[in-house]
């Protein structure tokens, strides 16, 4: 009975590694639409959706199943719980994912980008997967040291971020209203995304040490 | 046992009703101090944040311990995974008060909103607080009629974030890229404490009849 039992945490973890792995996937997807106004790529981003939806929906199912048929106590209740939230994040990674290809495909066959912050958005776009492989690696291995590291790449992104900012709000931004409103919303759906990732890390800590790490802070945006 | 049990589950949804008021009074409070340039109820909702905070805590671990100690089955199960996925929607929405009051913080003594656009938060305000009043009354009836209503009052808000953006966006937009950002950015957060209201009315339907409404589309930001 226990067996099986554990057998059916594996799963459940392996879904969820699974699904950091394509949910990084599909911002990796995204950023390559968004820097090479790729509208294949956007469409994919956006087909996929509901694909990576169904997918979600079982791993919540697997989740409550165990905890209906299984009645685990204390740190399992805790993993298994965080398994339903870290669904959520998932869910939100891959909505914020949809996000940006959505934006390539109305602007399709334009550029979203001006060359002054491509660069910008191709790190922020390195970093962002990076993180959700990383949630990758920490729901597969609970290896509370990665979840810290994951912390310390998410300031990357928020450095990026800022950055990003300063450049639109710059008296010298030649390129208009209409394109600072698009980059900056972009900005910050890859700033959100990364949150999500290490929100993912934060309760796998959670869950193998029974203690928080502190709260993220909320940032200026 | 069983009394003791329905007492703390009621003590639960007394929680998550109370702090569904704190979070639609944070915003209302953000909205007052973005359109008056208030500083002082700026620094009010970034102040309250701790102890909101602490009080999200507080319910969470009232769901854990219901968890741990009673082992509920089906219905009451999926509640109470419920409740904790609620207090995940109310630290949003309340993060997105504490972003709103940030900008006006940020931006003071200046108004941060052109008198042309002031009647689109005004109204997107109005319609975010009144959500989370909604989902307030969901939270403590479950009365799931309520819910689908909150999902009518949502479509306000969608539309009047499309009418602001084709604002900003207009060749006519003269008060500067700087302002465009952050008028964006602020669309953005009221439209996302919409969509954590709706997230609530939707989980509360999920459990009183065990079907999810249809999930939440992904719009076009």
């Known amino acids: 009975m226990r067996t099986v039992y554990h057998e059916r945490l594996t799963d459940l973890a392996d879904q969820l590694a699974r699904l950091c792995g394509l949910t990084a996937a599909a911002m990796e997807c995204a950023t390559r639409a968004l820097l090479q106004a790729d509208a294949a ?11 990576m939806a169904a997918l979600r929906k079982h791993a919540e199912e697997s989740a409550f199943s165990l905890l209906a048929l299984q ?11 965080g398994s ?47 993180l959700a492989h990383c949630a990758q690696e920490v729901v ?38 209409s394109s600072a409103v698009d980059i900056a919303l972009l900005g910050r759906f890859y700033e959100r995304f990364a949150d999500h990732a290490v929100e993912i890390g934060r ?11 502190p709260e993220q802070e909320i940032g200026t945006y």
């Open 41 to 51: 790529a956007a469409q994919q981003v956006i087909s996929d959706h509901d694909h």
């Open 71 to 81: 009645q685990p106590v204390a740190g399992e209740l805790r993993s298994i719980v």
């Open 84 to 130: 339903i939230q870290v669904v959520a994040d998932l869910d939100r990674m891959d909505a914020l994912a949809v996000h940006v290809a959505k934006i390539v495909r109305r602007r399709q066959p334009d550029h979203v980008l001006p060359t002054e912050v491509e660069h910008h958005f191709a790190e922020m776009g390195r970093a962002a997967v990076e």
């Open 140 to 177: 597969m291995t609970r290896n509370t040291d990665m979840a810290a590291h994951i912390r310390e790449q998410d300031d990357e992104i928020d450095e990026l971020h800022r950055q990003l900012l300063t450049t639109l709000m710059d008296r010298d931004w030649k390129h208009g209203v």
């Open 203 to 213: 309760r796998v800590v959670f869950e193998a040490t029974g203690a928080l790490l």
